[in-house]
């Protein structure tokens, strides 16, 4: 069992940064990839970015890719999301999801390969 907790959303003007957060419970966390997702209003929740079990590799969404980092610190149990060159189009509900595969070899993107979830943190940037 995984539980995750999003901290460190808010709001921002464009072109702004926020560093998102996501502190998992569970002896396991280290043999999970994570990722997170967003979710605007009216639209459907969509991949943002995901990171290895062991933290070397990653993947982005194109609309995000070379403004976010994904990391992680398995030793903290933490997820990060650090967010740069913020746009209007970012606004949204962020959520950590844990992969529900352990020691998974590659990425994925696919919402339903994600089983635990986290409640989310908002971000919202001001034009």
């Known amino acids: 069992q995984v539980q995750l907790v999003e901290s460190g959303g808010g709001v921002v003007q464009a072109g702004g940064s926020l560093r998102l957060s996501c502190a998992a419970s569970g002896r396991t966390f280290s043999s999970y990839a994570m990722a997170w997702f967003r979710q605007a209003p009216g639209k459907e929740r969509e991949f943002v970015a995901t990171?290895?079990?062991?933290?070397?590799?990653?993947y982005y969404a194109d609309s995000v890719k070379d403004r976010f980092t994904i990391s992680r610190d398995n030793a903290k149990k933490t997820v990060y999301l650090q967010t740069n060159s913020l746009k209007p189009e970012d606004t949204a509900r962020y959520f950590c999801?844990?992969?529900?595969?352990?020691?998974?070899?590659?990425?994925?993107?696919?919402?339903?390969?994600?089983?635990?979830w986290g409640q989310g943190t908002q971000v919202t940037v001001s034009s």
């Open positions: 999801a844990a992969d529900r595969q352990p020691l998974r070899d590659g990425l994925t993107a696919t919402r339903s390969e994600y089983h635990y």
């Open positions: 990171v290895s079990w062991g933290g070397a590799r990653t």
